[in-house]
């Protein structure tokens, strides 16, 4: 089970690359599985074990490629990386949540989104707002 609720990481931030990753691993997991089923020739099964796993990451990266230009999702530090090593921060999705929109800028925007519920703060912003209309005039 890939209970989205538990695709956070430390910072609280959505690990919207790493679910997404996550369960297309599974799927392509179950795939593998199913191919031994089908044969008990070791060749076959190795050639059918490569080509589902190139098929899913290809896929993988069509879907990521997709979010990066909708700027959803960023290239992990270690997508550069030649080497198969895990990496902690993607999980090996190789992308993670934009900065944009990480827990600290979500937090951001709503602080001056929620500022004119505030009557201490939208007092201050009414002072501001008067003083530079004074100063123009
Ligand atoms: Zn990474």
């Given at each position: 089970m890939n209970d989205w609720k538990n695709f956070v990481d430390q910072n609280g931030?959505?690990?919207l690359a790493n679910f997404?990753?996550?369960?297309?691993n599974d799927l392509m997991k179950h795939a593998l599985d199913m191919g031994t089923l089908l044969s008990n020739d070791q060749h076959k099964?190795?050639?059918?074990?490569e080509q589902t796993k190139k098929l899913f990451k290809n896929k993988w990266f069509d879907i990521?490629?997709?979010?990066?230009?909708?700027e959803v999702i960023d290239k992990c530090i270690c997508f550069s990386d030649q080497r198969e090593v895990y990496c902690e921060i993607c999980k090996g999705a190789r992308y993670k949540i934009s900065n944009y929109l990480s827990a600290d800028e979500v937090r951001d925007v709503s602080l001056f989104v929620g500022a004119m519920q505030d009557a201490e703060v939208q007092e201050k912003l009414q002072k501001g707002l008067m003083k530079?209309?004074?100063d123009l005039s």
């Open positions: 931030d959505f690990q997404l990753y996550k369960n297309i099964l190795r050639a059918y074990k990521a490629r997709c979010l990066e230009h909708f530079l209309l004074d």
